[in-house]
């Protein structure tokens, strides 16, 4: 039976590329099942399935896989042999793929990838796992998953190894061994330059996040700006490291920082979902759609972007935004012919987020009667076609507070 998340999938490529195109793309692929069908039921019946991750992608590949093997562990799936195939010229961070070499069997020769992938996309063989990252129009299992593994350790922890090599590269970036730092990203338009036209909505600017690096610094921690080198240069500021420009960055690295830091300030991109896996809070910034408005875990707060209405000159009401199209729209496209200026988070909000999950991860934090009032309201607004539905999360103290005149009256 065709899972609906995988269906929906399909309906829209076959809406975005045409009738013409899913003839040629789909044909040869009904032959070939039907040909290799009595292999394929040989290899079920020795429990192989493979596992199509997105590997290319640093989010999916650390969630996609995190879900499957917490699944497996919980008993809501069998115990499958389970292959994934990842040639290296495709996995965004190699050091990351080995972590899960205890728990599934990667397969990475180029001459091996190309005889096994007409097999992993088998129907009979193929375990769908886009349901847990990719869902369209509906709730992504991981909230829901989150919520059974709670109190259970993460599967993944960072080696020995890594911890004793990552500080000592601290070390020589100035960081003093003793001292605590938090990880900041922001998505920017080099990370994906294909299809950046479809996701520019989701950049947004490190100057916005100046503030709060500077709240972290003034409570005795670092900052650790993550990414790569075709961002945009940080100002030089007092305890932070630029390191997506540093000579050191590598892929062992950018574990260990995503593992050891206290928190991760992040966006609407993949890098603190890494964090996430290796059991560190987050916090997230300019988060967009609003249907992903909350982060997965507990432990972990978001704030989203604002949504104006050009036409009319004002915010919409979250609850306009979540009754509409635009709570799930993920192209950028989507936004503008609807006449909708989306505007990022300021630099003081993203400090007051800061400044929450600081206290939160010092054990301090205080909320009101009001402020659990103001949540509920926030999330009575979410439902099953909202990718974050379910989620533990919260919403930033002070950005409800701010904005509540945009939630339903009390």
Request: proline share 6%.
């Amino acid at each position: 039976m065709t899972k609906p998340g995988l269906l929906n999938r399909q309906l829209a490529l076959l809406r975005a590329k045409g009738l013409s195109w899913a003839i040629r793309n789909t044909l040869p692929k009904l032959i070939f099942q039907v040909i290799a069908l009595p292999v394929a039921l040989v290899a079920r019946l020795f429990g192989i399935r493979f596992l199509p991750v997105a590997t290319q992608r640093i989010g999916h590949l650390a969630l996609e896989l995190d879900c499957y093997c917490k699944e497996q562990a919980l008993g809501l799936h069998p115990r499958y042999l389970a292959f994934v195939c990842a040639p290296r010229d495709l996995v965004a961070n190699q050091h990351l793929l080995e972590y899960w070499r205890p728990f599934v069997s990667l397969v990475q020769s180029r001459v091996l990838v190309w005889l096994l992938k007409p097999f992993s996309n088998h129907l009979i063989l193929r375990f769908d796992v886009h349901g847990y990252t990719m869902a369209l129009d509906q709730a992504a299992k991981y909230p829901a998953l989150q919520r059974k593994w709670d109190g259970r350790p993460p599967l993944l922890k960072l080696s020995k190894e890594d911890k004793e090599r990552g500080r000592r590269v601290l070390t020589e970036l100035g960081v003093p061994q003793d001292a605590w730092f938090v990880c900041v990203h922001n998505r920017e338009m080099g990370y994906s330059p294909t299809d950046e036209h479809w996701h520019s909505y989701r950049n947004s600017d490190i100057d916005s996040y100046a503030l709060a690096m500077k709240a972290i610094v003034q409570t005795g921690g670092w900052c650790i700006r993550v990414g790569d080198p075709t961002m945009k240069k940080m100002t030089p500021l007092k305890n932070v490291i630029d390191y997506a420009h540093h000579e050191r960055r590598c892929d062992w690295m950018d574990v260990f920082l995503f593992a050891s830091c206290r928190f991760f300030l992040g966006n609407t991109s993949g890098p603190f979902l890494v964090a996430s896996i290796f059991g560190v809070p987050v916090a997230v910034a300019n988060i967009i759609p609003l249907g992903v408005s909350l982060p997965f875990g507990r432990n972990d707060i978001g704030i989203p972007k604002l949504l104006r209405s050009k036409s009319e000159n004002r915010l919409l009401t979250f609850k306009e935004i979540f009754s509409s199209e635009l709570s799930t729209a993920r192209f950028s496209s989507q936004y503008s012919s609807l006449g909708i200026e989306i505007i990022d988070n300021s630099p003081e909000e993203i400090a007051a987020l800061v400044t929450e999950q600081l206290e939160r991860t010092s054990g301090n934090a205080i909320y009101t009667e009001t402020d659990e009032e103001l949540q509920r309201r926030f999330k009575s607004l979410m439902d099953a076609r909202h990718y974050t539905f379910g989620s533990e999360s919260r919403v930033g103290r002070e950005f409800l507070r701010r904005y509540a005149y945009l939630l339903p009256p009390a």
